[in-house]
């Protein structure tokens, strides 16, 4: 059974940080693009960060970049995302999903990502 389970969340006052991760299981994660992605209460879902299988190579979106870094261990099946820094406009639930075209580069399209996690909330505030 293919799943993402994605933990770590909580409540951080501005200027914390979190990390977050995303075990996988019934697939090898690293075959496949990763990508972050969160939604604000009221807002679209947006792209934050993805990592391609490829060759490891990242991007993140301009609102988080300096701050969080994305990275792989591919011996535990988990892709993390540390966030630093953190503001309240980060305020969120954050999901992970995996995008099952193989080796594929990663890119911020919500619909090319086939699988998701249930989300963990991310709370910044005082």
């Known amino acids: 059974q293919l799943q993402l389970v994605e933990s770590g969340g909580g409540l951080v006052q501005p200027g914390g940080s979190l990390r977050l991760s995303c075990a996988a299981s019934?697939?090898?994660?690293?075959?496949?693009?990763i990508g972050w992605f969160r939604q604000a209460p009221g807002k679209e879902r947006e792209g934050v960060s993805c990592?391609?299988?490829?060759?490891?190579?990242?991007y993140y979106a301009d609102s988080v970049k300096g701050r969080f870094t994305i990275s792989r261990d591919n011996a535990k099946n988990t892709v993390y995302l540390q966030i630093n820094s953190l503001k309240p406009e980060d305020t969120a639930v954050y999901y992970c999903?995996?995008?099952?075209?193989?080796?594929?580069?990663?890119?911020?399209?919500?619909?090319?990502?086939?699988?998701w996690g249930q989300g963990t909330q991310v709370t910044v505030s005082s």
């Open positions: 999903a995996a995008d099952f075209r193989p080796l594929a580069m990663c890119v911020m399209t919500i619909g090319l990502y086939d699988y």
């Open positions: 990592i391609s299988s490829r060759d490891g190579s990242t």
């Open positions: 019934g697939f090898t994660l690293d075959y496949y693009a």
